[in-house]
């Protein structure tokens, strides 16, 4: 079985302390890297119609400093570097399902010294998986098998920490009291009607705006605090697409901008290998001599979380990242900005308009309600047909699903004036 | 602790070395062009010095600059020493040294402000050091003349001088309650500049014959007063501000992606905005108070590097500069030798000059140059 | 790019080419005489040599009166507009009067270089004087100060005794024309508009004009105001009713030496036809005059003067005649007949 096996290159996800991770899997046609933080752990099927843990696969690293690829071993069988067939797609994961159709809990069995912080729910990333153990079928979820690890890994590490913050335009005040912390390797989402002060709460954060009252900690360190170029090497922020540049430039170049804070005035290696780093992250590898005003807007909107991630930061913001893009975009930017806080516990920070996406690529949420916080937590807390009513003042269904939590709008609440188009949907639907 | 880790492994060398191919490539244009235009303008400058309405020939002028650089004996014919040392060359250097002013603070202004249609002038610094020159000139003189017609000039150098950097003060003031936003920036200058255009008008109106001559023949603009002494003044000024500038070259370029991220970046917008356009302002102002309003170098200057150069303002910077300097060389050179020994005044031919190769090159190249 | 180099390249050399193959002229200066002191229009002290050998004048009038004087073979250059007397046209051309070319000037290697009283750009005037030669300042087309200059010029060129005569000519009629004028009652004095080359535009204190205005004993409707120049309404004008209209003929308007009268002839109808202009009683009356620029300002303002006078105070000066005194001026110092039309209407 297997719908099209395809070969698999291996780099090594080492930072060179002598402490190797694990293996990271490159995916050619996708182009993009995923990395198991772990050096080595197995994944086993248990389940009816199964005696004992099998072992689905298993990731090993070889021990050493300087790691070089790794093997998979599936079942009993121990397969080499390269060989290892999984049919790559970024959104599926797997369930296993024993002959009899039954649905096997794959359990996550990590090696010595690894905690699981909590059960994880699902399992590996993508594909069918070549089995050796008979009769174990594996099918498509959608959690990846990093978040899993990565949770297992690390303990929670507040990052970012926010406090009582208030800001007014002139005397309008637009955020108050803002209170809320972020773990790391967590994507917060920020959600909220129009002009209840989303916008305004990132740039308070990106340091774009100075808040009247209150503070904003990283790593316990007060932001103001963060001088000059620093600011750039902290927060990434990645503007709300739709500005158009004064002068236009390459994409290499607007990538470059963002290696400002690190730059004197020439161009080093290191700075050319982040900057090959982050377009090769982002797929733009190719389009790197294009003038921006040429591309569409998705391909637009990448370049300028290249430019984000260029700076190497430790907090990325993004403001509203996928409001002019296509389904195909914004499944492709949500899922990569949720990668790039589980990878090496960084804090992302994502303006979210799109409830759905929110509901499902967001660790937390918050829900903001003219300046203040209305209700914060996972998408299953926020995401309520009660706090929608109040927030939005929508008649909301909230169902979840494989996908997470989605929000269906179904018409304005009760007391609002109606829509007509609405109602009759509605009453069309019984 | 960076984000990516560092390179090894097979894989992205083949991407690595696609990418640092694409820079050099765009790094090695810009370098080249800036050499060919530093020849150019030495070419051009060296040319200039044996043009002009006195027929010396060329040896005497090459024997005069040798000679005065150490090497080698004046020629016999005496002439060739004033006219070229004390008359052509200070008006060459004169020439240079203000088209890089212009250009250079041009193209700063053009990035500062993100928008292609500023110009030093447009925060009111022409307007303030016309109505300078002409208190200078219609109140001023009067006074005595003879002997003192030395302190009448450098009564109108430093009036225009004061007058023009003073409107640029004031424009900041202004745009100081709005944050320094580019916007009010402009408009603030452009309200300034009418402000002291009316000014221009009444004393053109109420001055004599004589008087009115002089302002309108320096408004007009020209190298007239090109000596040694002024270039003494000048040259470290203008050098010096536009080797602030340059410095502020990254910045410049981070600043095209907006404010916002910008400021998010590190960099403080503000006080580079001020930075800038303060030293901008004092190289065109000083330039402007020697030679009067040469108009258009300034503004077009700048694009037409763009449109060869991109906009990297590493590169663009100096070569605006440059080009400047080549566009008023030789619009100098053309106005005192065409019809000599009539001098056409210079803005008259660098407006004729520059703007059909402008529009040729608008109509030619495909590159977008604005957003 | 490399095309662009080697285009540089090339016309660096084609230009050089082209300056070998013109000549440099490498003329010896003559060695002056001995030099003298004289006090110049703007009351500077300037050592000249004397007599020149070689003079550029950038002042047209001071041309013309060197030419009067007979030392016109000397003049080796001129500004671009000087075009009288005729002769003038065949000298060397040194660009305007305000903004000369300081490179010709040198070229030409003069022993003095004559230019306006304000009306040389200092700096220019700063590199002539830096090169060695003498900057003198001499109007020459001021009224009141003519003789001096004339006489001032006889000495530089020292050719004082035809400086005299020159001088004694017009000084002459300039009496004759003060002594008349002089016992005039204010009620019986002549009410004038004179405007300049611009419509509307008159004169005032200060101006040449209002000068000559003032030496024929006319009474200027403009005096009073401020600046030398003023602009002013027709419904002023109208108002002010003035007895006689004299209107100075810009070179726009075809005049003087070797002219026709048909543009003054036109340039006085349009006048007269002006909207309104009719209740004017110099216009009612006919006494609208156009004058040429050549004798309205300059060496020869006294025949202007001569012609405002008559046209004044007809019957007071029935025996003088301008246009004789300009025949004879013109014969006597230029050798020029007298070709031309310098007024309109000339009974």
């Not at chain 1, 992250?281 to 370049?303: D, F, M, N």
């Not at chain 3, 002769?87 to 305000?98: N, R, S, Y």
């Not at chain 3, 001021?142 to 001096?148: D, L, R, S, V, Y």
Request: aromatic share 6%; with cysteine; net charge positive.
């Amino acid at each position: 079985m297997g719908r099209g096996k395809k070969q698999l290159d291996w780099s090594c996800a080492c930072e060179g302390n002598g402490r190797c991770l694990g293996a990271a899997f490159w995916s050619p046609r996708s182009r993009s890297l995923a990395y198991a933080a772990v050096r080595k752990l197995k994944v086993t099927a248990k389940g009816p119609g199964i005696e004992e843990s099998v072992t689905v696969a298993s990731v090993q690293a070889p021990a050493g400093r300087v790691c070089r690829g790794g093997t998979v071993r599936i079942g009993a069988q121990e397969q080499a570097a390269g060989a290892l067939t999984i049919q790559e797609n970024l959104v599926g994961a797997l369930r296993a399902r024993d002959a009899a159709g039954n649905r096997a809990a794959l359990k996550l069995a990590p090696p010595a010294g690894v905690r699981l912080a909590r059960e994880p729910t699902a399992a590996v990333t993508a594909g069918d998986l070549e089995l050796g153990a008979p009769g174990i079928r594996l099918e498509e979820d959608d959690r990846t098998l990093l978040r899993c690890y990565y949770h297992a890994r690390r303990e929670r590490k507040v990052r970012l920490q926010v406090k009582d913050l208030h800001f007014s335009y002139g005397s309008v005040p637009a955020l108050e009291g803002v209170t809320f912390k972020v773990n790391a390797g967590e994507m917060l989402g920020i959600v909220g009607p129009n002009g209840s002060g989303k916008s305004t709460l990132l740039r308070c954060l990106a340091r774009i705006l100075k808040p009247r009252t209150g503070t904003v900690y990283l790593d316990g360190r007060n932001l103001r605090t963060l001088r000059g170029l620093e600011v750039g090497r902290c927060l990434g922020y990645v503007p709300p697409p739709g500005a158009r540049a004064a002068f236009s430039a390459t994409v290499l170049e607007t990538v470059l901008q963002g290696r400002r804070p690190y730059l004197i005035w020439g161009v080093e290696r290191r700075d050319l290998e982040v900057v090959t780093q982050a377009l090769g992250y982002l797929g733009l590898t190719e389009l790197a001599e294009r003038l921006l005003g040429e591309l569409s807007s998705g391909q637009q909107q990448k370049v300028f979380i290249a430019r984000a991630l260029a700076q190497e930061p430790e907090v990325l913001l993004l403001d509203e990242p996928t409001a002019t893009l296509d389904i195909r975009y914004q499944l492709e930017v949500m899922a990569l900005i949720r990668r790039l806080a589980t990878e090496k516990g960084r804090v992302v920070v994502a303006v979210l308009h799109d409830l759905n996406l929110a509901g499902r690529f967001a660790d937390r949420l918050l829900l903001l309600h003219q300046g203040k916080i209305f209700a914060a937590g996972t998408a299953k807390v926020v995401l309520t047909p009660e706090n929608l009513r109040a927030v939005y003042g929508v008649e909301a269904v909230v169902t979840e699903g494989p996908w997470g939590v989605q929000v269906t709008a179904v018409a304005p609440a009760a007391g609002l004036r109606a829509v007509e188009g609405a109602a009759v949907c509605a009453a069309g639907r019984g | 602790m960076g984000l990516f880790p560092k390179m090894s492994g097979t894989l992205p060398e083949a991407s690595f070395a696609a990418i640092r191919a694409a820079y050099s490539r765009h790094v090695s244009r810009k370098v080249l062009f800036l050499i060919v235009l530093l020849c150019l303008t030495v070419a051009v400058m060296v040319a200039s010095t044996a043009m002009g309405v006195a027929g010396i020939s060329v040896g005497d002028v090459g024997r005069v600059i040798l000679s005065h650089l150490g090497v080698g004996i004046l020629p016999e014919n005496d002439l060739a020493e004033t006219v070229v040392w004390q008359i052509r060359l200070p008006r060459i250097l004169l020439a240079t040294i203000t088209g890089m002013s212009l250009a250079g603070a041009g193209a700063v202004m053009q990035g500062v402000l993100r928008n292609p249609l500023v110009s030093p002038y447009t925060m009111g610094l022409s307007s303030g050091a016309a109505f300078g020159a002409a208190v200078a000139i219609v109140l001023g003189t009067g006074l005595v003349g003879g002997n003192y017609v030395d302190v009448s000039r450098w009564l109108i150098v430093t009036n225009a001088f004061f007058f023009g950097s003073l409107t640029t003060l004031l424009a900041f003031s202004l745009a100081r309650f709005k944050g320094m936003a580019p916007e009010t920036l402009v408009l603030g200058g452009v309200a300034i500049s009418y402000l002291f255009q009316a000014g221009v008008s009444l004393l053109k109106y109420v001055s004599n014959n004589e008087a009115l001559k002089e302002l309108v023949v320096w408004l007009m603009g020209g190298f007239w007063g090109a000596d040694w002494q002024t270039l003494a003044l000048l040259t470290p000024v203008v050098l010096l501000c536009m080797a602030g500038l340059c410095l502020c070259a990254w910045d410049l370029n981070v600043l095209g992606a907006g404010e916002e991220v910008a400021a998010s970046l590190g960099i403080k917008v503000v006080r580079l905005r001020v930075y800038t356009l303060t030293l901008a302002t004092l190289a065109a102002s000083a330039t402007v108070a020697f030679t009067g309003i040469i108009g258009f170098v300034c503004l077009v200057g700048p694009h037409i590097c763009r449109m060869l150069v991109g906009n990297d303002h590493r590169f663009l910077i100096p070569c605006s500069c440059l080009m400047g300097a080549v566009l008023l060389l030789l619009a100098d050179t053309l106005a005192r030798t065409i019809i000599a020994p009539t001098e056409i005044p210079v803005g008259i031919i660098t407006a004729l000059m520059g703007s059909p190769f402008f529009v040729y090159l608008l109509i030619k190249k495909k590159r977008q140059w604005w957003g | 790019m490399r095309k662009h180099v080697g285009l540089a390249v090339l016309l660096s050399l084609v230009l050089v080419v082209l300056l070998t193959a013109g000549c440099a002229s490498n003329q010896k200066a003559a060695i002056p005489a001995e030099k003298i002191a004289i006090m110049d229009s703007l009351g500077r002290t300037v050592e000249v040599p004397s007599p020149p050998q070689r003079i550029v004048s950038v002042n047209s009038d001071v041309s013309e009166v060197i030419c009067a004087l007979g030392a016109a073979d000397k003049i080796v250059g001129v500004s671009d507009t000087a075009d009288f007397p005729p002769l003038l046209k065949d000298k060397a051309k040194v660009g305007q009067a305000f903004t000369p070319s300081v490179e010709k000037i040198l070229e030409l290697k003069p022993d003095v270089v004559f230019g306006y009283g304000k009306f040389l750009k200092s700096e220019l005037a700063q590199k002539i004087e830096a090169a060695g030669i003498p900057l003198v300042y001499l109007d020459c087309y001021k009224p009141a100060t003519m003789g001096q200059d004339v006489r001032t010029l006889g000495k530089i060129l020292g050719k004082e005794k035809e400086a005299e005569e020159y001088a004694a000519f017009f000084e002459k009629y300039l009496t004759q024309i003060k002594e008349r004028t002089k016992n005039l009652k204010p009620e019986e004095k002549v009410r004038v508009y004179l405007e300049g080359y611009t419509d509307y535009s008159t004169v005032a204190a200060g101006s040449g004009g209002a000068e000559m205005l003032a030496l024929a004993g006319g009474v200027n409707i403009a005096e009073g105001e401020k600046t030398s120049y003023p602009k002013v309404t027709p419904e002023w004008v109208v108002a002010q009713n003035p007895q006689v209209i004299i209107k100075a003929a810009s070179s726009q308007v075809s005049h003087g030496y070797g002219a026709t009268d048909e543009g003054m002839k036109k340039l006085r109808e349009q006048i007269m036809s002006r909207p309104g202009w009719q209740q004017i009683r110099a216009v009612k009356e006919g006494r609208v005059y156009v004058i040429s620029s050549e004798i309205y300002t300059g060496p020869r303002a006294p025949v202007g003067v001569a012609y405002f006078a008559k046209w004044l105070y007809p019957k007071l000066f029935a025996d003088l005649d301008p246009e004789a005194m300009h025949r004879e001026l013109l014969s006597r110092f230029h050798g020029l007949e007298a070709t031309g039309t310098w007024v309109y209407p000339s009974e």
